[in-house]
């Protein structure tokens, strides 16, 4: 809980200094569609399990509201994530979930044109999962935690209304309280901005 009261209030933090150091400047708001793939896998403490990347999908939202060189960009995704866990006994469990992750990522833009830009970006990320297919193994499923937060970062390319993300996200709470998991992902994301 304490972590995610800190990541939330540094996120909060970032944002604010953001948005007062560039007020004078004029505002951009834009909202968008963005679908796109995420290889995920579960970090574990125990040395019996060892996660492996899965294929899955996101689509959803976007919005961004520009400040000249920096912008403040929102998701809500929906997430379908697969991985699964190899044991040292040769044997094997896959696990599938749902989920929705709302990103907030501050960004900036390196290249900055009316029709192309470069950017890096950075963040938090508050994920809910549900629908929940784990495993065959029970104490997997008995001890996962629905609710997680992470931080996120990345590189983008927009052209006119195009947008391409590509991003690594990690977990800053376990998922599985019996092995102390954590889920970590890359994601290759293409979005439209609508206007």
């Known amino acids: 809980m304490k972590q995610r009261f800190l990541a939330l209030s ?10 007062d150091a560039n007020a004078q400047q ?10 796109g793939t995420n290889f995920t896998k579960m970090s574990s403490e ?12 996101q689509t959803g939202m976007m919005t961004r509201v520009d400040f000249n060189h920096l912008y403040v960009q929102g998701e809500v ?17 896959k696990l599938k979930w749902n989920s929705i992750n709302v990103p907030i990522v501050i960004g900036y833009k390196i290249v900055n044109n009316k029709d192309f830009n470069i950017r890096a970006f950075a963040g938090g990320v508050y994920s809910y999962a549900f629908n929940d297919n784990l495993s065959t193994t029970k104490v997997l499923q008995e001890g996962f935690n ?11 390319i927009d052209y006119k209304n195009f947008s391409v ?14 092995f102390k998991s954590k889920p970590h992902s890359f994601s290759l994301g293409i979005g439209y901005f609508l206007f």
């Open 10 to 19: 540094s996120l909060f933090a970032c944002i604010t200094c953001s948005v």
């Open 26 to 35: 004029t505002l951009a708001f834009h909202i968008g569609i963005k679908g």
């Open 46 to 57: 125990s040395s019996a399990l060892e996660g492996k990347y899965g294929l899955g999908y």
């Open 77 to 93: 995704l929906f997430n379908k994530r697969k991985t699964s866990y190899e044991m040292k006994d040769g044997s094997s469990s």
């Open 146 to 156: 629905k609710f997680n937060v992470g931080i996120t970062g990345g590189v983008g």
């Open 165 to 178: 993300d590509l991003r690594y996200e990690t977990g800053l709470s376990s998922i599985s309280k019996e």
